[in-house]
């Protein structure tokens, strides 16, 4: 089976502007030389501005949808985004439970860009108890984070993002990636924990406008650079490059925010190939 690419299973929700959700891990995935699997959690009405309505999809029909082509394809790679209820997430820990040696790369999508929640309070405490003990790699931003590890009974101020990633790594998860977007910061700092402490700190330059799905680029990215068998330090970091590319070729189109333009490999070479034709054409 050389000749296959390497399959990764995507539990998501879908995203009509093509810009985050689903459609953004499939590109993402197939971009980068994986084939994406997709397990669709729950439907969105969204544009680029914002999310207005949420209709998750019945726990028995996601597990369904995993179940038939666990059974029938080899996945080497989970990746979970948007799950949508309590019952989607106790079902989804339920499947992947039955796979332990596959990788499980977690992005807990928590609200959208324009702050519109996803994920109240009980779906965030069953995030807690059921997925991130069994995650491979969390990539929460600063804000996920902090309230993925908020302690309202012990907590009097937000915990610093170490502290976070302390928290969440106590819970099981073997690696925790947080992200600096929202940090008030010259530069967007990544960092990457495991329980020995930082792994690593990679900084990005901050470019101007907000991106539609960068989060979900991220995840799916890293999710594919496991899928291809590189270890995780060298996973994460290509993975970054990957996802700062696409914003960096980014374009905007609708009112709201960029979408990260996960194609933008191809489209320098149509660029190049365009040029040179140009030059073989007037010499």
Partial sequence: MSDVPPIVLVFSATDPTGGAGMQADVL????????????????????????????????????????????????????????GSVDNVAVIAEVVSDYPEIPLILDPVLSSGRGDELANEE?????????????????PNSLEARRLCWRERDDKEEPELAECAKRLIASGCEYVLITGTHENTPQVINTLYSESGIESSECWPRLAGTYHGSGCTLASAIAATIANGLPMLEAVKDAQDYTWQTLKAGFRAGMGQYIPDRLFWAREEDKSESIVSLNKQTQ
């Fill in 28 to 83: 993402t995935l197939a971009s980068m030389g994986c084939h994406p699997l997709s397990v669709i959690t729950a439907i969105t009405v969204q544009d680029t501005m914002g999310v207005d309505d949420l209709l998750p999809m019945d726990a028995d029909w996601i597990a369904d949808q995993a179940r038939c082509v666990l059974e029938d394809m080899p996945v080497v790679a989970f990746k979970i985004g948007l799950i």
């Fill in 123 to 139: 779906i965030v405490a069953a995030m807690r108890e059921l997925l991130i003990p069994q995650t491979t790699i969390i990539t």
